[in-house]
């Protein structure tokens, strides 16, 4: 059976470390592609708190004689791991992290090797106005992050509870378009997120209205921007 190696498999493809994982691959260049049959992928991706590594580490070292592999373990603490065959990546994802792992990966096992150029898929928000109607659960998604992606998510945030925003915008705005997609499609499924597609502009013959007062949420959105500023500065 030929082995693809930008070939990614996962039993736990339904896990939040998986997916995030999955989002994080999703915004490089290269053509990866997941198989339901791991003897077709180079790299194994799996969630160390739904499973235990026995049986898997027998299978992948395996499968290590014939070419290049890589094992990632996604788990909350690096003492999940059972052997040293697997590479652990802490959860939530540090993308830069990743990135750079996976590029000494590809420079090491494929010298030279061109890699085929490949445009990103569109998100589905792509092209559209957004905006929050409340606060998402940030520490859900930046308690075990950085402190630049704590920011990062609450500037990103605040900004869409104050006005309508393009999705182009606002991802690029975040700085981790992979971590701020995932909170715009749990804020989207929670009922949270405002969509809108945007409008012409239509000259008008009013004169400019007075800015609206600022709601109280609007109001503790940029003090809570403001504290973390002051904390993380």
């Given at each position: 059976m030929a082995i693809d190696r930008f070939g990614v498999w996962s039993p736990h493809r339904d896990s939040n470390s998986v997916r995030s994982f999955k989002a994080a691959l999703s915004l490089r260049p290269e053509p990866w592609q997941w198989y339901e049959n791991k003897e077709q992928a180079t790299w194994w991706v799996i969630d160390g708190t739904l499973t235990t590594l026995s049986s898997l580490t027998d299978a992948f070292l395996q499968q290590k004689k014939y070419g290049p592999i890589e094992a990632i373990l996604l788990a909350p603490t690096w003492n999940m791991i059972e052997d040293?065959?697997?590479?652990?990546?802490?959860?939530?994802?540090?993308?830069?992290?990743?990135?750079?792992?996976?590029?000494?990966?590809?420079?090491?096992?494929?010298?030279?090797?061109?890699?085929?150029?490949?445009?990103?898929?569109?998100?589905?928000?792509?092209?559209?106005?957004?905006?929050?109607?409340?606060?998402?659960?940030?520490?859900?998604?930046?308690?075990?992050?950085?402190?630049?992606?704590?920011?990062?998510?609450?500037?990103?945030?605040?900004?869409?509870?104050?006005?309508?925003?393009?999705?182009?915008?606002?991802?690029?705005?975040?700085?981790?378009?992979?971590?701020?997609?995932?909170?715009?499609a749990d804020a989207k499924s929670h009922g949270i997120l405002e969509i809108s597609k945007p409008e012409p502009a239509q000259?008008?013959?009013?004169?400019?209205?007075?800015?609206?007062?600022?709601?109280?949420?609007?109001?503790?959105?940029?003090?809570?921007?403001?504290?973390?500023?002051?904390?993380?500065?």
């Open positions: 040293p065959v697997w590479t652990f990546f802490k959860a939530p994802l540090s993308i830069k992290l990743l990135y750079t792992w996976i590029d000494h990966c590809l420079e090491r096992d494929f010298p030279g090797m061109v890699i085929p150029a490949r445009t990103p898929p569109a998100s589905a928000l792509s092209g559209l106005q957004l905006k929050l109607k409340r606060w998402p659960n940030l520490p859900h998604y930046t308690v075990h992050g950085n402190q630049t992606d704590a920011v990062s998510m609450t500037l990103a945030c605040a900004k869409l509870l104050e006005n309508w925003v393009s999705y182009e915008e606002i991802s690029a705005f975040s700085g981790n378009a992979a971590l701020f997609d995932k909170i715009l000259p008008s013959a009013q004169p400019p209205s007075k800015s609206p007062t600022k709601s109280p949420e609007k109001t503790d959105a940029w003090s809570l921007v403001k504290r973390l500023l002051k904390k993380f500065t």
